[in-house]
């Protein structure tokens, strides 16, 4: 099972930019679906931004499309999530999420169900 650690969480005000980073160890992560997700309080753990394995498809939810990039570097087997122009409601735990029994294909998998690795998260805190 791949191993994933995230980090570049922490505390930002409206408009300003964070890269988030996941590390991944065990496996190369070039060989699965890869996603973000974030969890607010009280809130449902929620699909932000996924690409397929190829790295070709990417998917973005609505309220951080044009703001959000999903990327890869296979040769620091990490991805990483560029988050522009954060607003207060973009504040959540951010995870990071492959799916390793996989069975080839080019698609998008939504569903955190659809995942098996999960890391262990980063905060990331905006404020007004």
């Known amino acids: 099972q791949v191993q994933l650690v995230e980090s570049g969480g922490g505390l930002v005000r409206a408009g300003d930019s964070l890269r988030l980073s996941c590390v991944a160890s065990?496996?190369?992560?070039?060989?699965?679906?890869m996603g973000w997700f974030r969890q607010a309080p009280g809130k449902e753990r929620e699909l932000v931004a996924a690409?397929?394995?190829?790295?070709?498809?990417?998917y973005y939810a609505d309220s951080v499309k044009g703001r959000f990039t999903i990327s890869r570097d296979n040769t620091k087997n990490t991805m990483y999530l560029q988050m522009n122009s954060l607003k207060p409601e973009d504040t959540a735990v951010y995870y990071c999420?492959?799916?390793?029994?996989?069975?080839?294909?080019?698609?998008?998998?939504?569903?955190?169900?659809?995942?098996?690795?999960w890391g262990q998260g980063t905060q990331v805190t905006g404020s007004s």
């Open positions: 690409m397929s394995r190829s790295g070709g498809r990417t």
């Open positions: 999420t492959a799916k390793t029994i996989y069975f080839g294909g080019l698609r998008i998998y939504y569903n955190a169900n659809d995942y098996d690795s």
């Open positions: 065990g496996h190369t992560l070039s060989t699965f679906p």
